[in-house]
């Protein structure tokens, strides 16, 4: 005699087989859930090629603009240079004519 409040092997292997197919199920939505929103905030860590290729033009904007201004500082302190000498031939000169006029 079957009782009516046992379960029958069907009934159990049904059962078992809807919790496997609700439990894929609520796994792989949990597992996506969200997916987009991950997907754009991982988006703001990487650099594309395009940001990539305008920080290299602005780097070598920038060591342009740093050559430059190496270039006309060396002018100047050349320039600076050439001039304290020409002031210390001066001075040298006079020096050489004081001390020979005693």
């Known amino acids: 005699m ?10 159990w292997l049904l059962g078992l087989l809807g919790t496997m197919i609700l439990g894929t199920f609520a796994y792989f939505r949990r ?32 060591a342009k603009e740093v050559q430059a201004a190496k270039a006309a500082m060396h002018l100047e302190d050349s320039n600076n240079f050439r001039e304290m000498r020409l002031q ?7 020096l050489f004519q004081l001390a020979g006029n005693k």
């Not at 703001?44 to 395009?50: F, P, S």
């Open 31 to 62: 597992k996506t859930d969200g997916l987009e929103e991950r997907v754009i905030e991982m988006a703001a860590i990487y650099v594309t090629r395009n940001d990539l290729a305008a920080l290299e033009q602005k780097l070598d904007e920038r």
């Open 2 to 11: 079957n009782d009516p409040t046992q379960p029958t092997m069907v009934q």
């Open 88 to 94: 210390l031939e001066s001075v040298n000169s006079k």
